[in-house]
């Protein structure tokens, strides 16, 4: 078992920045992609930026060159920086551990962290 605590969301106005952060424990060892999705009201939820246990970055097409995502393996730590944040990027964010196998695939989720972006 895997759990995944986020902190650092809010309420910040458009240009703004925001650190969200993702602390793991337990059997981290299994994972091995660790990301952030975001779910806005009435749309699917979506990759923001992923990292491997290789250090492999992934970015949405919409964040790239704003949000950079990194990790603290002493601290079991992912974080999340988001700058010069817009009305778009308001959503509730995830943090995400996925675990890959031979045989299968399996996603363990933080609780989620609420981003309002104003304009």
């Known amino acids: 078992q895997v759990q995944l605590v986020e902190s650092g969301g809010g309420l910040v106005q458009a240009g703004g920045s925001l650190r969200l952060s993702c602390a793991a424990s337990?059997?981290?060892?299994?994972?091995?992609?660790r990301g952030w999705y975001r779910q806005a009201p009435g749309k699917q939820r979506e990759l923001v930026a992923a990292?491997?246990?290789?250090?492999?970055?992934t970015y949405a097409d919409s964040v790239k060159g704003r949000f950079t995502i990194s990790r603290d393996n002493a601290k079991n730590t992912v974080y999340l920086q988001m700058n010069s944040l817009k009305p778009e990027d308001t959503a509730v964010y995830y943090c995400?551990?996925?675990?890959?196998?031979?045989?299968?695939?399996?996603?363990?989720w933080g609780q989620g962290t609420q981003v309002t972006v104003s304009s």
């Open positions: 990292i491997t246990s290789g250090g492999t970055t």
């Open positions: 337990g059997s981290i060892f299994s994972i091995a992609r």
């Open positions: 995400n551990g996925k675990v890959v196998t031979t045989f299968y695939e399996y996603d363990y």
